[in-house]
């Protein structure tokens, strides 16, 4: 089992920042590509970023592009979501995912194909 634990979220003015934390534990991190999904209320659940097991590949949704930055630290087990220029339609429950796959430059953004998930982060944007 991989645990992973999500922080960082809270409410902030539109225009603001804030920078999610996934701290994970019981595997081997650096096996995992990671991922950031949201899901507002009465949509569906939406891949915001991902990042390859090497870090060296990232996607963005097309909403988030320019705006958010996803990193890793596989030292430190840990993947970051940088949200900057935060709009209210942003607001939603964050969700760190954990995908096993063999490729270290490879990535999925279908949350089908990831295996492990937080419990989510609530980020709500006023305007």
């Known amino acids: 089992q991989l645990q992973l634990v999500e922080s960082g979220g809270g409410l902030v003015q539109a225009g603001g920042s804030l920078r999610l934390s996934c701290a994970a534990s019981?595997?081997?991190?650096?096996?995992?590509?990671m991922g950031w999904f949201r899901q507002a209320p009465g949509k569906e659940l939406e891949a915001v970023a991902v990042?390859?097991?090497?870090?060296?590949?990232?996607y963005y949704g097309d909403s988030v592009k320019g705006r958010f930055t996803i990193s890793r630290d596989n030292a430190k087990n840990t993947v970051y979501l940088q949200m900057s220029s935060l709009k209210p339609e942003d607001t939603a429950l964050y969700y760190c995912?954990?995908?096993?796959?063999?490729?270290?430059?490879?990535?999925?953004?279908?949350?089908?194909?990831?295996?492990?998930w937080g419990q989510g982060t609530q980020v709500t944007v006023s305007s």
């Open positions: 995912a954990a995908d096993y796959i063999s490729s270290s430059t490879s990535y999925r953004t279908r949350a089908s194909s990831y295996e492990y």
């Open positions: 019981g595997r081997t991190f650096s096996s995992y590509a």
């Open positions: 990042i390859t097991r090497s870090g060296n590949s990232t």
